[in-house]
């Protein structure tokens, strides 16, 4: 199956470990170590049903101290953290709730000069008040959660924005002088390839600076996966998949990580740092942090987080860590997601003998998944593993 990894930023996603060696690829940022935040915003408007991040559509009452307990944790750890290269704000619906309250948050970071400040939205949120409050308050990008542009499959995917209100929220978005990113999802249940085809052309048009675009994935506990008759096809999503990295590759977009794509100069800082084991603090409930080699989360729901934080104890609830030859192999499996790869010499042999036609060795001596590699890229991570 075609994998999305890393779609998730809260509460799901787990970081693995890794080295900074892709910095230098990438070309971030040549002189400081990039470091980042990430903030987790646990509520939602309506419970999408093949969502399983952590988040809720009944604790709306918990806005303000939630976001309060979140400003004085980051108040607290300011001191020790070094120059914040970027921030994501991911939920949940991040604009859902007060701009004022988030941006405080915002306020308490210790922003590098040029720091990537990214929040999730959703369409019928983003009014121009709210992008330009956002862009007036240190926010550089915004990733609206489109997901499709056709009705029909915004129905079946149990979505209830208003096509027409992307159009106005990329508006909006441009008007505050924000980089943009538009999430797609494919694979809903009955999505023809000409509806896909159509989702693909209405994004080119709107003309955002980064696409994700994401395989449907049946997570478990969810009402998608109590319905098998709903489950995407592995086959369909495959070509799905082919086709938008050819729509994107023909409009301008170079692919950088299996469901990314982005105009030269505009990859998400803030992924990257995920891809290459880069250390990132966790503000908010259910948020996981990597911090001095050590993998943490916090506490999953949002009254165990407000009862740690205002009673002054730490929220984290877990930790982990790897050994290095697991830190080293878990590095691997991150970087050949990545449009660059790993060092050939990283790769045993006989591994590479058996994915012939699934990777490809560059002329600067890395190894990198082919198109038809990329849809296997599970596979493939786990026999470089
Ligand atoms: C956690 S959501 C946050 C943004 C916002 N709440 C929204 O849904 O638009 C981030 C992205 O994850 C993706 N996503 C969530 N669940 C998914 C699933 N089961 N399979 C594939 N993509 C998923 C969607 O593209 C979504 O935009
Ligand atoms: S709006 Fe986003 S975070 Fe909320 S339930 Fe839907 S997919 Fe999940």
């Known amino acids: 199956m075609i994998g999305p990894y890393f779609v998730t930023q809260g509460g799901i996603w787990c970081c693995l470990g890794g080295t900074h060696e892709a910095d230098h690829h990438w ?24 969502c399983a991040f952590a988040t809720w559509t009944d ?47 915002l306020a308490e970071v210790p922003l590098a000069d040029g720091a990537e400040v990214t929040v999730e939205c959703n369409p019928d949120d983003l009014t121009d008040e709210r992008a330009a409050r956002y862009a007036a308050g240190g926010v550089t990008r915004l990733s609206l959660g489109v997901q499709s542009l056709v009705p029909e499959v915004l129905a079946t995917l149990g979505r209830e924005h208003d096509p027409a209100n992307v159009t106005r929220a990329v508006a909006a978005t441009r008007r505050a002088g924000l980089d943009l990113n538009v999430d797609l999802v494919y694979g809903a249940a009955g999505e023809t390839p000409e509806q896909w085809a159509a989702t693909v052309e209405a994004t080119v048009a709107l003309a955002p600076d980064h696409v994700s675009a994401y395989a449907l994935t049946v997570e478990a506990g969810t009402p998608l996966a109590a319905d098998p008759a709903r489950h995407p096809d592995d086959d369909t999503q495959a070509d799905q998949y082919l086709y938008v990295t050819e729509a994107l590759g023909a409009a301008g977009y170079e692919w950088y990580e299996i469901s990314n794509w982005a105009r030269p100069g505009h990859e998400c800082r803030h992924n990257l740092l995920y891809w290459t084991g880069g250390e990132y603090l966790a503000v908010g409930c259910a948020a996981h942090g990597h911090l001095g080699g050590r993998r943490y989360w916090n506490h999953r729901t949002p009254e165990r987080y407000l009862d740690a934080v205002e009673a002054g104890r730490s929220p984290e609830s877990g930790a982990e860590e790897l050994e290095p030859a697991e830190r080293a192999a878990e590095s691997r499996q991150l970087a050949i997601r990545t449009r660059y790869g790993v060092a050939a010499g990283e790769v045993d042999d006989g591994a590479l003998a058996d994915l012939s036609g699934l990777v490809a060795r560059t002329d600067d001596g890395r190894v990198v998944l082919t198109p038809a590699g990329r849809l296997l890229a599970n596979e493939v991570a786990i026999r470089i593993g």
């Open 27 to 50: 070309g971030a940022y040549p002189s400081i170590v990039a470091f980042g935040v990430y903030l987790h915003v646990p509520f939602c408007r309506h419970r999408c049903d093949y």
């Open 59 to 105: 604790r709306h009452h918990l806005e303000a101290r939630y976001l309060e307990a979140c400003r004085r944790q980051v108040a607290e750890a300011a001191h020790a953290l070094p120059p914040v290269t970027s921030v994501f704000v991911g939920g949940g619906t991040p604009s859902l709730v007060d701009p004022d309250a988030l941006l405080a948050v």
